[in-house]
Nanobody, 124 residues
Framework: QVQLVESGGGLVQAGDSLRLSCAAS????????MGWFRQAPGKEREFVAA????????YLADSRKGRFTISRDNAKNTVYLQMNSLKPEDTAVYYC?????????????????WGQGTQVTVSS
């Protein structure tokens, strides 16, 4: 039973930083990639960032480049999302996702496993 558990969300003020973590368990073989998506109320789930498990190549949504960084710790089977200079429009539930095959990263349908999500609220 594969589990992805996110942590690190919370209520912050505009300009603050947060680091989200996603710990994967129950899997004995390597991920192809892991990613972060977010979903704000009334909006569709959108891509935030992804990282290839082998090699560490990262992919970020253009609007988040310069503020967000994705990284991973292979030994801990954990992926991180560092978010700086947060804005009220970053408010959303952030989901971690794991991908076991294929080579596309940007769509939620590309991923096979999902966490339960962690709420990030940025006040102005």
């Amino acid at each position: 039973q594969v589990q992805l558990v996110e942590s690190g969300g919370g209520l912050v003020q505009a300009g603050d930083s947060l680091r989200l973590s996603c710990a994967a368990s129950g899997r004995t073989f390597s991920w192809v990639a892991m990613g972060w998506f977010r979903q704000a109320p009334g909006k569709e789930r959108e891509f935030v960032a992804a990282i290839r498990w082998s090699g560490g190549t990262t992919y970020l949504a253009d609007s988040r480049k310069g503020r967000f960084t994705i990284s991973r710790d292979n030994a801990k089977n954990t992926v991180y999302l560092q978010m700086n200079s947060l804005k009220p429009e970053d408010t959303a539930v952030y989901y971690c996702a794991g991908k076991v095959y294929g080579s596309s990263w940007y769509n939620s349908g590309d991923y096979d496993y999902w966490g339960q999500g962690t709420q990030v609220t940025v006040s102005s």
